[in-house]
């Protein structure tokens, strides 16, 4: 939840507790039903609140997407921050394996809902800003991973080990350690650590 501003009115603090809350129900349904099976009147619902006031918070649907998909970017960027950091290939590329899978694990539902929903309506999920920026941190993560002018075979097993979210809902049994073993060692198998 965000902190309140020193100074900010009641109505102001109301608004932005209001704001949370739909964020939080609407992730929640997400998780629940997939993006494309929660519509707005179902996040209104679940609160009680009208239409009207979903929207009066949020302009659409991908704009709860948006904002509810910044924090796991924001750490994403650290996580890339972090590996450049380190030398030598095989620890950066640990290190990047690790904390994918650490944050698979953390959001392995939401995730799971996400990479369950209607390929036609991923493409239309996020706006050119956030596509520009997720393909920005890729070749990043990618560059790490390989250096600046990766092979072929190292391309197709970066893109093997970011598709692997679309596989999570085949996962659903594994309990959180039998999953994060499961990943690791698939990743760093197919990155040939």
């Known amino acids: 939840m965000a902190t309140p501003v020193r100074g900010m009115s009641s109505r ?48 659409a649907k991908t704009d709860i997407l948006h904002e509810a998909l910044q924090p796991g970017i924001e750490r994403l960027q650290d996580l890339l921050d972090e590996a450049a950091a380190i030398r030598g290939r095989r620890a950066r590329t640990e290190h990047i394996v690790n904390g994918f899978t650490d944050f698979l694990i953390q959001n392995r539902r939401y995730a799971a809902a996400l990479a369950s929903s209607d390929p036609a309506g991923k493409r239309n999920k996020l706006d050119d800003e956030s596509t520009t920026m ?28 970011f598709f692997i979210p679309e596989c999570l809902p085949n996962l659903a049994d594994l309990t959180d350690d039998e999953l994060h073993q499961a990943l690791r060692t698939t990743m760093l198998r197919v990155l040939r650590i």
């Open 12 to 59: 102001a603090l109301q608004a932005e507790q209001t704001r949370q809350q739909i964020l939080q129900t609407a992730q929640h349904l997400f998780a629940e039903h997939g993006y494309d099976a929660t519509s707005l009147q179902m996040i209104a619902d679940e609160m009680g609140l009208t239409k009207a006031a979903v929207y009066y918070h949020f302009r």
């Open 134 to 161: 997720q393909a920005t941190m890729l070749r990043r993560a990618l560059s790490l991973l390989f250096g600046d002018n990766p092979t072929g075979a190292e391309r197709l097993a970066f893109n093997t080990v």
